[in-house]
Antibody
Framework: EVEVVESGGGLVQPGGSLRLSCAAS????????IDWVRQAPGKGVEWVACKRNKANEDTAEYAASVKGRVFISRDESRNSLFLQMNNLKIEDTAVYYC????????????????WGRGTLVTVTS | DFQLTQSPSFLSASVGDRVTITCRASQDISNYLAWYHQEPGKAPKLLIYAASTLQTGVPSRFSGSGSGTEFTLTISGLQAEDFATYYCQKLDRYPLTFGGGTRVEIK
């Protein structure tokens, strides 16, 4: 089955750290761009970060709200992606989703077609 | 800063109604726009990409149009399973901003 599964969420104090995981099955994770998207309780969805695939320099992009505090890495042997979150703030409390970005045949054909169920991060004192 | 503004933020409709949701970009994003819907407690699900291309498996009552800075999502004949929140997302360059969402509820 083709899927991504997030894990690693939990309760953490402000200023703390957490590492979220995104494990892929049914496809090779490093062949795709992978996004992290979050949703605070009762709020809309917010794009957080992206890891490009190996064919496109393997670089990452981050939202301004997390830049400098969040870092993406990948472990090909585990077909997994990680989101290291440092210096966490109350406003980082959210469900964090991992989403596969796919590219179709047309120039404009970019889209997130595979999402996990999410993992909840709660930052509280 | 780039903004993606959805309207309305909330709408109440009945089964069988035709509904239209608008997404306005503060800068030209050509056709780099996707639409998702999200049921409570679930992840977003892709409906439309490239502004008007229906994702495989999505019912034909969903359609998307627009280009540049103004886009619309239309549901022709609302079904019970369509009562959810809808988001647009721009994908031309980073950051990949989402709209604020449109919640569709049963009248």
């Amino acid at each position: 089955e083709v899927e991504v599964v997030e894990s690693g969420g939990g309760l953490v104090q402000p200023g703390g750290s957490l590492r979220l995981s995104c494990a892929a099955s049914g496809f090779v994770l490093s062949d795709y761009y992978i996004d992290w998207v979050r949703q605070a309780p009762g709020k809309g969805v917010e794009w957080v970060a992206c890891k490009r695939n190996k064919a496109n320099e393997d670089t990452a992009e981050y939202a301004a709200s997390v830049k400098g505090r969040v870092f993406i890495s990948r472990d090909e042997s585990r077909n997994s992606l990680f989101l290291q979150m440092n210096n966490l703030k109350i406003e980082d409390t959210a469900v964090y989703y991992c989403a596969r970005m796919s590219k179709g045949g047309g120039s404009y054909d970019w889209y997130s077609d595979l999402w996990g169920r999410g993992t909840l991060v709660t930052v509280t004192s | 800063d780039f903004q993606l503004t959805q309207s309305p933020s909330f709408l109440s409709a009945s089964v069988g109604d035709r509904v239209t949701i608008t997404c306005r970009a503060s800068q030209d994003i050509s056709n780099y726009l996707a639409w998702y819907h999200q049921e409570p407690g679930k992840a977003p699900k892709l409906l439309i990409y490239a502004a008007s291309t229906l994702q495989t498996g999505v019912p034909s009552r969903f359609s998307g149009s627009g280009s540049g800075t103004e886009f619309t999502l239309t549901i022709s004949g609302l079904q019970a399973e369509d009562f959810a929140t809808y988001y647009c997302q721009k994908l031309d360059r980073y950051p990949l901003t989402f709209g604020g969402g449109t919640r569709v509820e049963i009248k």
